[in-house]
């Protein structure tokens, strides 16, 4: 019932742009924030960036502030994420989740406050 699918991912240079998206489904995604994060070999997966569920709100991580910029669709079920002037630091596989409302606290940049997950786009950045 519940899917989440990210694509755009690739091999690119540095100095390049790529846009990622990501396309969910199910009606677990109502008054969902959106996010994205990464995971580099041998790393702890971390936070990119996050939208609000009208899209009003955004917020980065300060590795990617002023380069990347997140983005949302609902009509379409889609988020995505521009990254722009990519960077050798920026390879990594990169995941789409979703941040449901609930009564407790919860933070855009915690990834256990995400509770559904694409199987994440490859995005290499080489010299």
């Known amino acids: 019932q519940v899917h989440v699918v990210e694509s755009g991912g690739g091999m690119v240079q540095i100095g390049d742009s790529l846009r990622l998206s990501c396309e969910y489904s199910?009606?677990?995604?109502?008054?969902?924030?959106m996010g994205w994060f990464r995971q580099a070999p041998g790393k702890e997966r971390e936070f990119v960036a996050a939208?609000?569920?009208?899209?009003?709100?955004?917020h980065y991580s300060d590795s990617v502030k002023g380069r990347f910029v997140i983005s949302r669709d609902n009509a379409k079920n889609t988020v995505y994420l521009q990254m722009n002037n990519l960077k050798q630091e920026d390879t990594a596989v990169y995941y789409c989740?979703?941040?449901?409302?609930?009564?407790?606290?919860?933070?855009?940049?915690?990834?256990?406050?995400?509770?559904?997950w694409g199987q994440g786009t490859q995005v290499t950045v080489s010299s």
């Open positions: 939208v609000s569920w009208t899209g009003a709100v955004t």
């Open positions: 989740a979703a941040r449901p409302a609930g009564e407790g606290d919860s933070f855009y940049y915690r990834k256990a406050d995400y509770v559904y």
């Open positions: 199910g009606r677990s995604f109502s008054s969902a924030a």
